[in-house]
Antibody, heavy 119, light 107 residues
Framework: QVQLQESGPGLVKPSETLSLTCTVS????????WSWIRQPAGKGLEWIGR???????NYNPSLKSRVTMSVDTSKNQFSLKLSSVTAADTAVYYC?????????????WGQGTLVTVSS | EIVLTQSPATLSLSPGERATLSCRAS??????LAWYQQKPGQAPRLLIY???NRATGIPARFSGSGSGTDFTLTISSLEPEDFAVYYC?????????FGPGTKVDIK
């Protein structure tokens, strides 16, 4: 059973860049889409974007200008960078593995990490 | 972007009762609709995909139906562990979008 673990700073200052990494264990990172999804406290879920192991990406148009995703297959990791953050970016950030057979469907999630944007 | 709405916002029921949750899409998503369960402090868990297919390990008391713009998640007899928030999600168009959720709480 694959496991995903998010890591990164829990506190980011406004206007700076949020950086998170997801480490995949118990399975290969190859041949899957890997996603980032966030959830502000007490609110719903927002798909930030996804990356294939080839490096191909799809970003949510609402965040596209600020998002960069990358993948490091040698380390079984993928990463998220979100620039120019504001308080509205405060949320629990989840990394997830998408289904191999069904597009835009997540099957396995990390536990999530809370990122607070505050000075 | 496809907008999903869910009703009711909160459903108060007792263990053993039947729960019926609704999800409506702003445009047709065919059968490309999934349901997730989320408990406090946990990540969402996939229950149903493509409207009516249970994910691996999901009990038979969970069932889904619908197509086009109107979908239903039914829990035939609520177990104590089923009290949670349920989200629908469309995978017809990128980006996948989620509904605002229905909270099923204990009456």
């Amino acid at each position: 059973q694959v496991q995903l673990q998010e890591s990164g700073p829990g506190l980011v200052k406004p206007s700076e860049t949020l950086s998170l990494t997801c480490t995949v264990s118990g399975g290969s990172i190859s041949s899957y889409y890997w996603s980032w999804i966030r959830q502000p406290a007490g609110k719903g879920l927002e798909w930030i974007g996804r990356i294939y192991t080839s490096g191909s990406t799809n970003y949510n148009p609402s965040l596209k200008s600020r998002v960069t995703m990358s993948v490091d297959t040698s380390k079984n990791q993928f990463s998220l960078k979100l620039s120019s953050v504001t308080a509205a970016d405060t949320a629990v950030y989840y990394c997830a593995r998408d289904s191999r057979y069904y597009d835009i469907l997540t099957e396995q999630w990390g536990q999530g990490t809370l990122v607070t944007v505050s000075s | 972007e496809i907008v999903l709405t869910q009703s009711p916002a909160t459903l108060s029921l007792s263990p053993g009762e039947r729960a019926t949750l609704s999800c409506r899409a702003s445009q047709s998503v065919s059968s490309y609709l999934a349901w997730y369960q989320q408990k406090p402090g946990q990540a969402p868990r996939l229950l149903i995909y493509d409207a009516s297919n249970r994910a691996t390990g999901i009990p038979a008391r969970f069932s889904g139906s619908g197509s086009g713009t109107d979908f239903t998640l039914t829990i035939s007899s609520l177990e104590p562990e089923d009290f949670a928030v349920y989200y629908c999600q469309q995978r017809s168009n990128w980006p996948g979008t989620f509904g605002p959720g229905t909270k099923v709480d204990i009456k």
